[in-house]
């Protein structure tokens, strides 16, 4: 549930915090008084994109903060999975939003920096605002299965349906570019042929590039470093004033010293490292001399496999014999291909052909609890519709089979309705007014209320085009949905307000410098009164009006 909200330099806001109660709450407030600003800062900090306009003037920045308590358990688990829950206040959250000049936008969730997408997904577990447009849903098919779905529990059932139909549709993609590597490998099977045997009689090894140019820098050279190891080698072991002579006499000269000054043994054990150091090195270069003879067929064969290379890589357009090794490989996948292509595709289409099955039955299975569903949510809206003074109205849903699978399954629903029996039914988006509109989804919201763990739900103005006995049946539903979750209907009607369990005011007022401010309140009783009795006198409060009030808040 809402347990509080912070609005900061939002519109006409400067600072407002409110705090909400668990159960039925209505907002009541003259025309213009603010209702829609307090909307549409719940739908900020839902997730909707926010504009540098909605920050009140002369200000920087706005500010939109909500603390949620006992939250669902899908919401639970969402935040568990994005990491966003917070172990000191495992059942709760808090979203803040923060809206900048310049596009200077933030968003938050339990103080953690949040990505406005995320939020979005969080708030359809936490929050769901019905505004007036969202009537138009009872027409959207997809609207309409989701809420069959969720009258019926099908979750199970779909999700084994998602996953498979997302199984089937991989296998169908698998099998299409199959299809068309098929087509392609047999169009030029004799172009890759020989490309392929070429690579192949070339014996290619990775690098050996890199190490053909090595090799054949050292024959081509080879007398000249041969002689350059042989003079280096001398110069460090060779004739008597070779490198290791020398050091050697400089440890002879440092030896006497050790006695007077103890730290020059260190020296000398340094000396005779590099002494010992230097005989390695000079023991390899006379080696690797050794090893170096001029052979002028050795070097042709060099050059040639170089220049086949060379050859190679500009034929095929590519730099390194890595790539053409790959090259060689894609071309005997693409022959294979062709080889045992058919059968490959036989397997595929077979692969196919069994998902299709399970995913059919999969499908059969879900539509038959759809259908259970529906009859059953048909006939509950059925009975709330005749409490809405809809006696003779008539609603059913009409199932239509799609001739491919669909990511929801096979059904395709029609909400079909008529306000008098004796009319045909038609499809709810073409026939019904405003107020049946409004009816109908309260009807739906109420059912799907007693099956499921919903969200806060936020009405706003469900009341249009309704009125008298309508509206105080119409706020006993409200009153009965609260007794299992949290329920805020902003209302201009005084029967939908006198149901609730609680009721805010939100006004318009002058600040200091004379600027108009929005402000929400909580009601006393007698506030709740006096302002029942101002919603059923037009605004002029008369004894008579005060007397309705205090009778139609008995009532309820």
Same mark, same amino acid.
């Given at each position: 549930?809402?347990?509080?909200?912070?609005?900061?330099?939002?519109?006409?806001?400067?600072?407002?915090?409110?705090?909400?109660?668990?159960?039925?709450?209505?907002?009541?407030?003259?025309?213009?008084?603010?209702?829609? $600003?307090?909307?549409?800062?719940?739908?900020?900090?839902?997730?909707?994109?926010?504009?540098?306009?909605?920050?009140?003037?002369?200000?920087?920045?706005?500010?939109?903060?909500?603390? %949620?308590?006992?939250?669902?358990?899908?919401?639970?688990?969402?935040?568990?999975?994005?990491?966003?829950?917070?172990?000191?206040?495992?059942?709760?959250?808090?979203?803040? =939003?923060?809206?900048?000049?310049?596009? =200077?936008?933030?968003?938050?969730?339990?103080?953690?920096?949040?990505?406005?997408?995320?939020?979005?997904?969080?708030? @359809?577990?936490?929050?769901?605002?019905? +505004?007036?447009?969202?009537?138009?849903?009872?027409?959207?098919?997809?609207?309409?299965?989701?809420?069959?779905?969720?009258?019926?529990?099908?979750?199970?059932?779909?999700?084994?349906?998602?996953?498979?139909?997302?199984?089937?549709?991989?296998?169908?993609?698998?099998?299409?570019?199959?299809?068309?590597?098929?087509?392609?490998?047999?169009?030029?099977?004799?172009?890759?042929?020989?490309?392929?045997? @070429?690579?192949?009689?070339?014996?290619?090894?990775?690098?050996?590039?890199?190490?053909?140019?090595?090799?054949?820098?050292?024959?081509?050279?080879?007398?000249?470093?041969?002689?350059?190891?042989?003079?280096?080698?001398?110069?460090?072991? *060779?004739?008597?004033?070779?490198?290791?002579?020398?050091?050697?006499?400089?440890?002879?000269?440092?030896?006497?010293?050790?006695?007077?000054? !103890?730290?020059?043994?260190?020296?000398?054990?340094?000396?005779?490292?590099?002494?010992?150091?230097?005989?390695?090195?000079?023991?390899?270069?006379?080696?690797?001399?050794?090893?170096?003879?001029?052979? !002028?067929?050795?070097?042709?064969?060099?050059?040639?496999?170089?220049?086949?290379? #060379?050859?190679? %890589?500009?034929?095929? =357009?590519?730099?390194?014999?890595?790539?053409?090794?790959?090259? =060689?490989? #894609?071309?005997?996948?693409?022959?294979?291909?062709?080889?045992?292509?058919?059968?490959?595709?036989?397997?595929?289409?077979?692969?196919?052909?069994?998902?299709?099955?399970?995913?059919?039955?999969?499908?059969?299975?879900?539509?038959?609890?759809?259908?259970?569903?529906?009859?059953?949510?048909?006939?509950?809206?059925?009975?709330?519709?005749?409490?809405?003074?809809?006696?003779?109205?008539?609603?059913?849903?009409?199932?239509?089979?799609?001739?491919?699978?669909?990511?929801?399954?096979?059904?395709?629903?029609?909400?079909? %309705?008529?306000? #008098?029996?004796?009319? !045909?039914?038609?499809?709810?988006? @073409?026939?019904?007014?405003?107020?049946?509109?409004?009816?109908?989804?309260?009807?739906?919201?109420?059912?799907?209320?007693?099956?499921?763990?919903? !969200?806060?739900?936020?009405?706003?103005?469900?009341?249009?085009?309704? +009125? *008298?006995?309508?509206?105080?049946?119409?706020?006993?539903?409200?009153?009965?949905?609260?007794?299992?979750?949290?329920?805020?209907?902003?209302?201009?009607?005084?029967?939908?307000?006198?149901? +609730?369990?609680?009721?805010?005011? $939100?006004?318009?007022?002058?600040?200091?410098? *004379?600027?108009?401010?929005?402000?929400?309140?909580?009601?006393?009783?007698?506030?709740?009164?006096?302002?029942?009795?101002?919603?059923?006198?037009?605004?002029?409060?008369?004894?008579?009006?005060?007397?309705?009030?205090?009778?139609?808040?008995?009532? +309820?």
């Amino acid at each position: 549930m809402l347990r509080s909200l912070l609005i900061k330099d939002f519109i006409l806001i400067d600072s407002l915090q409110v705090t909400f109660e668990n159960g039925y709450t209505s907002i009541t407030g003259e025309t213009g008084a603010g209702k829609s $600003i307090f909307v549409g800062a719940l739908s900020m900090l839902m997730g909707k994109r926010s504009d540098a306009e909605l920050i009140r003037h002369g200000t920087n920045r706005a500010i939109i903060e909500g603390e %949620f308590i006992d939250i669902p358990t899908k919401a639970l688990q969402f935040l568990k999975s994005m990491e966003l829950d917070c172990p000191d206040s495992p059942n709760s959250c808090i979203i803040r =939003r923060e809206i900048g000049i310049g596009g =200077r936008n933030r968003s938050f969730v339990n103080d953690v920096p949040t990505p406005l997408n995320t939020i979005s997904k969080l708030a @359809e577990y936490i929050l769901d605002i019905h +505004s007036q447009h969202r009537n138009l849903l009872l027409g959207d098919a997809g609207f309409i299965l989701n809420a069959i779905d969720r009258m019926g529990k099908t979750s199970e059932t779909r999700h084994a349906y998602e996953q498979l139909f997302e199984e089937y549709t991989n296998a169908v993609k698998d099998y299409k570019r199959l299809q068309e590597k098929l087509a392609k490998a047999s169009e030029e099977y004799d172009y890759d042929s020989f490309r392929y045997n @070429e690579l192949e009689q070339a014996n290619l090894t990775i690098d050996e590039e890199i190490k053909l140019e090595e090799a054949e820098k050292i024959l081509r050279y080879a007398d000249e470093i041969k002689t350059s190891l042989f003079q280096a080698n001398e110069l460090l072991t *060779g004739g008597a004033e070779n490198t290791q002579q020398l050091l050697q006499q400089v440890a002879h000269e440092l030896t006497p010293l050790v006695e007077k000054i !103890p730290e020059i043994a260190s020296y000398i054990e340094r000396i005779e490292s590099c002494r010992i150091e230097i005989t390695d090195i000079a023991h390899d270069l006379i080696t690797k001399s050794d090893a170096i003879e001029a052979n !002028p067929q050795e070097l042709q064969v060099i050059e040639e496999r170089i220049d086949l290379l #060379n050859r190679l %890589f500009s034929k095929y =357009r590519l730099a390194t014999s890595k790539e053409l090794i790959e090259l =060689r490989d #894609n071309l005997k996948e693409s022959l294979d291909l062709y080889t045992d292509g058919n059968q490959r595709l036989e397997e595929s289409s077979a692969h196919c052909n069994t998902l299709k099955k399970k995913l059919d039955e999969v499908a059969m299975a879900l539509s038959q609890q759809r259908k259970k569903a529906s009859d059953l949510l048909a006939d509950k809206l059925q009975e709330m519709l005749s409490l809405l003074e809809m006696p003779h109205s008539k609603v059913c849903f009409e199932f239509k089979e799609s001739n491919t699978p669909l990511a929801t399954g096979y059904d395709i629903v029609d909400f079909l %309705f008529t306000a #008098n029996n004796k009319l !045909p039914l038609k499809p709810v988006g @073409e026939i019904a007014s405003g107020g049946e509109m409004a009816r109908l989804m309260l009807s739906l919201k109420a059912q799907l209320a007693k099956k499921e763990n919903l !969200p806060t739900i936020l009405f706003d103005e469900i009341d249009t085009g309704i +009125s *008298g006995r309508v509206a105080d049946r119409m706020g006993s539903i409200l009153r009965q949905m609260g007794e299992t979750m949290q329920v805020i209907a902003i209302t201009h009607l005084p029967q939908i307000a006198a149901q +609730s369990d609680f009721q805010k005011h $939100i006004e318009k007022v002058l600040d200091t410098h *004379g600027e108009p401010i929005t402000s929400i309140r909580s009601l006393t009783p007698t506030e709740r009164v006096n302002e029942i009795a101002s919603l059923l006198s037009a605004d002029v409060i008369t004894p008579e009006s005060l007397e309705a009030a205090k009778i139609l808040l008995q009532k +309820s």
